[in-house]
């Protein structure tokens, strides 16, 4: 799966070397090989992963479903489904009680079948809490094979999880609808009776019987198409051996774009009717994702054929459906030409990451949710590789920084939890799906990558995907194919990054006697760290002269002492930028880097400016040193060490007080201003794309942070230009624009905003105008977008983003939040959870102590629980704020009051 963030995590490089591309093992032969294997030790293995039996959500193993026939028969306009399945199970101790998952499905019969075709009705239990059914039997079964046959129904809900409804408005402005589903993590309960954990493979046999005037996609490709009473039945070929949360189906009147053959698979692009045009981005990205996935893994595709459907009602960004990967339209569709390139890169990393599932994740699965981290950071690091393969002008693994800052940011909290996590209830499998599982693993395998080298981690993630191929692995399984491959114990390096919480900084000084001390500690933001210690992998560039020394160190104790040559002038700690780790420099090293920035790589000077920030925060450097320091960026031109500087002035810009703003925005001024004249506003000839975002970067720092006249009056006139020949503007630029104009903007400026969201060519058009109706300053018109969230005007899947936009809002917080409070259970009743979580990240922008307390008053009250420790991470994170401004609010004002 990939989260929906409203902003997104940015770049990164390193060539990953050559390629070695093995000879593609036949996928027919393994999986013959592999099924030998599983089939006759399945009930011997399935009760070694047993749980404990007296764990309520999970269940029992005494009863192995094998192949499900599903036939389900959905009427649209009637909002229901009607359903039949045959489950082939193996039964492996006599029992006369048959357990499995069921979810607001209306069991009417169910029956056991014998070889023989001797039947046996069952009585049956639900238990709604558990989301369990419970059939029990007169006469108990033996061990052997059965086959269970259930009748049921269903609703098609408008949550966007389970099987759902989503509708759209086709050409003539009617309304359309078409069915879809969201499984992962544990809802195919609430489509079909089923084992839906995700060791309990099994083949899936569907067949679809809906309207004639309808297509349907599922996860394998059509075996035959018939009619029966006027209706279409549809039935698919049988799926590999996989999990529950993997089955996917969608009807509706849907259009693909021409295929495109990779080997003997073929790739298309789903839509709704009318947006065929936007496919030919994500066609190719796809394509050559699928590809490059073929040769690293030296697996051929374990699917019968790709489907990439958009759906214009999804919750998260996309999802890893065997061979029908479905998206969210901003995910997947988008126009080259007018799009931002930040826009096309989400496009290419989406897409790439579910292709990248296609092995990690559906041809070898977690076996259960707390190894969640061995789809979704694998998933992730590969979305890097395979992106940074197809365009390495982009230098995606640069910009691969922010998401890694990201990770650090939330991982320096008290509450944050180890990469590998228990997980027991539904919801604290849903609240897996964060930074941690997704940012922080792909960060710490890259740095195992970078230490080991990559082949030889590419030779290792071979050998665990054939080994564990059509079935389940944990982490120690991982660390045993790395490891051979590596020939070093790759747990004693990787434990303490995935099974404790946290990560070091590692202080750096140098001594009289040029001896480089490195200590490290647990980084926190807030003070009494928990201790924590873990094997760092250093690398090191020491420069004398003209000579530049790099070295690799294992720190493997709290400090170490590495000699340097005595004539040594500067030391960078982290080259490369790959570990996941902060640097605190001591003052002498501190100096030296800072009158040297020219010979950093960007991602060393991203490194530089993102720790000095959270040293600042963490109150381990002065924050006017840390002002000073961002005095020296004014000729930098890369647009994530921009990011993160402007992002250090946004946080200053939620705790000033109202009336010091001004201060802030002159301040702002002279940072932002000298860098975004160089840069100037029109594209130069042959400049990159990057140049284009970095530019609207600042721009839009100005014009809002800035408050800045001359450039909101620019804006404003670019953006008129801009509507009567849209080719007259650089693309990049635009959301700037459409920022400021909201920042600085009227009603009537509201009214255009709202109207061109309504009538948007692409789907990333329409999130700019959705998302710029969060950014408006005055209360009434921030009232408005509020209400748009309750009355259906904004999707259910964008609404929880734009209120948690609101609280964002310095302008809006206040309102934001009190819309939050009187409209709680109607949000928690709309909203589907993941979005209402999302929706509560909003309270860390509430940085004044009276809405801390209000806020902590609010949610401990209601004893509302967010799953996981999501509601214990915003609220730290909202400590860390208000803290913060009661620190340094005086300082701050003092400082910007002319003493820089
Ligand atoms: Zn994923």
Wanted: charged fraction near 25%.
């Amino acid at each position: 799966m990939v989260i929906e963030r409203r902003e997104t995590l940015r770049r990164l490089a390193k060539s990953l070397g050559l390629l070695l591309v093995a000879p593609l093992i036949t996928l027919r032969s393994l999986q013959a090989t592999v099924h030998a294997a599983t089939e006759t030790a399945d009930g011997e293995h399935m009760n070694q992963l047993s749980p404990t039996a007296d764990d309520p959500f999970r269940l029992p193993r005494h009863v192995l479903p094998v192949r499900y026939e599903l036939r389900l028969e959905p009427d649209l306009a009637g909002a229901a489904f009607h359903g039949h399945v045959t489950i082939a199970v193996t039964v492996v101790h006599p029992t006369d009680v048959i357990i499995f998952n069921s979810l607001e499905l209306t069991i009417e019969n169910a029956v056991v079948e014998d070889a023989a075709g001797g039947r046996q009705p069952a009585s049956i239990a639900l238990d709604e809490p558990l989301q369990r059914c419970r059939l029990t039997l007169a006469q108990p079964l033996a061990p052997g094979q059965w086959r269970l046959q259930i009748e049921f129904r269903g609703t098609l809900n408008d949550k966007l999880r389970g099987f759902y409804r989503s509708t759209y408005k086709d050409r003539n402005g009617s309304t359309q609808t078409l069915a879809a589903t969201q499984f992962e993590a544990t809802d195919a309960r609430r489509a079909f009776p089923c084992w839906d954990e995700p060791d309990f493979k099994a083949v899936f046999s569907t067949t679809l019987v809906i309207d004639p005037a309808l297509s349907a996609v599922s996860n394998s490709a059509v075996l035959s198409e018939t009619q029966e009473r006027g209706q279409k039945v549809v039935r698919f070929v049988d799926t590999m051996k996989m999990s529950t949360y993997l089955v996917a189906f969608v009807i509706g009147r849907i259009e693909a774009s021409a295929p495109t053959a990779v080997g003997k698979t073929t790739l298309r692009l789903w839509t709704v009717p009318g947006k065929k045009h936007l496919t030919g981005f994500g066609q190719d990205i796809a394509t050559a994702s699928l590809q490059f996935f073929e040769r690293y893994y030296g697996i051929p595709y374990p699917g019968d054929k790709l489907d990439l459907l958009a759906i214009p009602d999804f919750a998260s960004g996309a999802m890893e459906n065997l061979g029908a990967i479905t998206f969210r339209e901003t995910a997947l569709l988008v126009d080259p030409h007018s799009a931002t390139h930040g826009e096309l890169e989400r496009v290419a990393d989406v897409v790439a990451h579910e292709n990248a599932h296609m092995w990690f994740g559906d041809l070898v699965t977690m076996s259960w949710w707390n190894g969640l981290w061995l789809n979704e950071a694998f998933a992730t690091f590969m979305e890097m590789l395979a992106v940074d393969a197809w365009k390495p002008e982009w230098k995606r693994w640069n910009t691969f920084g922010v998401s890694r800052a990201a990770a650090l940011s939330v991982d320096g909290l008290h509450s944050t939890r180890p990469i590998e996590y228990p997980v027991r209830a539904p919801k604290d499998a849903e609240a897996m799906f964060d930074v941690l599982t997704y940012e922080k693993g792909a960060s710490v395998l890259r740095m195992l990558e970078q230490h080991i080298g990559p082949t030889v981690f590419r030779d290792g993630i071979r050998e665990y995907l054939l080994t564990h191929a059509y079935g389940n692995a944990d982490t120690k399984d991982l660390w045993i194919s790395l490891g051979r491959a590596a020939r070093q114990g790759v747990p004693d390096l990787m434990d303490g990054w995935i099974f404790q919480p946290g990560y070091p900084v590692l202080t750096a000084e140098l001594t009289e006697r040029m001896e480089l001390v490195l200590t490290q500690q647990r980084f926190t933001y807030l003070p009494n760290p928990t201790a924590g210690f873990w094997q760092v992998p250093v690398q090191l560039r020491i420069q004398t002269g003209d000579k530049t020394d790099t070295r690799r160190v294992l720190l493997t104790r709290t400090d170490e002492r590495v000699a340097c040559p005595a004539e040594t002038q500067l030391v960078v700690v982290n080259e490369g930028g790959h570990g996941f780790y902060r640097v605190h420099y001591g003052p002498r090293l501190l100096q030296r880097l800072l009158e040297s920035l020219d010979t950093l790589a960007p991602i060393e000077r991203f490194n530089l400016v993102n720790d000095a920030w959270a040293a600042t925060v963490a109150g381990l450097m002065p924050l006017p040193a840390y002002l000073d320091l961002t005095g020296r960026f004014t000729t930098e031109r890369d647009k994530n060490v921009w990011a993160v500087l402007i992002d250090s002035l946004a946080f200053l810009n939620r705790i000033i007080d109202p009336s010091h703003r001004p201060l802030l925005e002159a301040f702002v001024r002279t940072r932002v201003g000298p860098a975004t004249a160089s840069v100037g506003w029109t594209p130069q000839p042959g400049e990159s794309e990057l140049t284009g975002q970095l530019r609207s970067e600042l721009i839009g720092a100005l014009g809002r942070l800035g408050n800045d006249s001359e450039t909101q009056a620019r804006a404003a006139e670019l953006y008129a230009t801009a509507r009567k020949d849209s080719a007259a503007v650089d693309p990049n630029l635009f959301p700037a624009l459409v920022a400021i104009l909201a920042f600085t903007g009227n009603a009537a400026r509201y009214d255009e905003f709202t109207e061109r969201f309504k009538t948007a060519a692409t789907p990333q058009e329409e999130r700019r105008y959705l998302f710029a109706l969060a950014m408006f300053r005055q209360p009434t018109l921030l009232d408005r977008t509020l209400a748009k969230t309750l009355d259906g005007e904004i999707r259910i899947q964008d609404a929880p983003f734009m209120v948690s936009a609101v609280m964002s809002n310095v302008y809006g917080r206040d309102l934001g939040w009190r819309f939050v409070k009187t409209n709680w259970e109607v949000l928690d009743q709309r909203f589907p959870k993941q979005g209402l979580r999302r929706m509560c990240g909003g309270i860390t922008g509430l940085c004044k102590p009276e809405l801390e307390r209000d806020v902590r008053q609010f949610f401990d009250s209601r004893k509302i629980d967010l799953g996981g420790k999501t509601l214990d991470q915003y609220l730290e994170q909202l400590r860390i704020g208000v803290s913060f401004g009661e620190r340094y609010g005086r300082s701050l004002t003092e400082y910007l009051q002319g003493r820089y």
